[in-house]
């Protein structure tokens, strides 16, 4: 397994998060998308609000910041999809230019709104990132199947997860293989670029092939061992005092902040 380092994000620690219920920080990630999500465009206090209780999760796990910034970035591409709000959101004009035969105008309202996307979706992110960085991945499912997520849905990411690391590594088999017969005498391997899409073609196709046909194989064997579709784990705890009581005061900050920023934009 090449990958697990890359795909695996996981850190060990014994800091008070970790430490934590599976269930209630995943209760609590979710509540907080939720919150952040349903706060409106322009609520920057609000935001701000939730990054600082990011920065106290952060603080609490004893994680360098460093590695949840770098990881969060990834939301950042996908964010950028509501770059066209900027033009098409009606408002008060701040600016406009010419583009071919178009004439593009960008609104005030368009601009706090791609803002607000982009600060809604990389604070989603950040708390994302913060729990699969403090929490295993066993215990998440075994969290989700203890607050009766469905169990299909349970085992599609339980095996998704216990299987990607040797999809990765067929992948990279068959990246080293195809380096190794389209070795150039002058030190560049490949050919032309319809070359090289052909057989990332073949390479794609070959390994859907042995995907599908593994997870065949996968799934008889377990048919024969009386799988019915359900991942079964040891019967969890009953949540403590202690675990109400965080999940009551997060989830009463969280409130508090969306009933902030809705007094805000009501004013």
Do not use: N
């Amino acid at each position: 397994m090449t990958h697990i380092q890359v795909l695996d994000i996981h850190q060990e620690g014994d800091s008070p998060i970790h430490r934590l219920d599976a269930r209630v920080k995943l209760i609590l990630t979710l509540a907080f998308i939720v919150a952040v999500t349903a706060s409106p465009a322009g609520a920057w206090l609000s935001y701000a609000l939730f990054l600082i209780a990011i920065g106290f999760i952060v603080g609490l796990s004893r994680i360098q910041p460093s590695v949840i910034l770098k990881r969060s970035l990834i939301a950042i591409p996908f964010a950028l999809a509501a770059l066209t709000l900027i033009f098409t959101q009606e408002g008060t004009r701040v600016a406009a230019f010419e583009l071919a035969r178009w004439t593009l105008s960008i609104s005030h309202e368009g601009i706090i709104a791609f803002v607000s996307i982009l600060a809604k979706a990389w604070l989603s992110v950040l708390a994302a990132t913060a729990l699969v960085t403090t929490t295993t991945f066993p215990h998440l499912v075994a969290a989700m199947r203890s607050l009766k997520v469905p169990r299909v849905l349970v085992s599609i990411v339980s095996f998704m997860y216990r299987y990607i690391f040797i999809i990765a590594d067929e992948a990279l088999r068959l990246h080293r293989a195809r380096e190794a017969r389209s070795a150039s005498p002058k030190g560049a391997a490949g050919g032309s670029v319809l070359w090289r899409a052909r057989v990332l073609g073949g390479m794609i196709g070959s390994l859907f092939l042995r995907s599908y046909e593994r997870s065949e194989r996968i799934y008889a064997a377990m048919l024969s061992r009386g799988f019915k579709g359900d991942i079964r784990t040891m019967r969890s705890r009953d949540l403590g005092p202690g675990d109400l009581v965080t999940i009551g005061a997060f989830l009463a900050y969280l409130l508090g902040v969306l009933v902030l920023s809705l007094y805000q934009r009501g004013t």
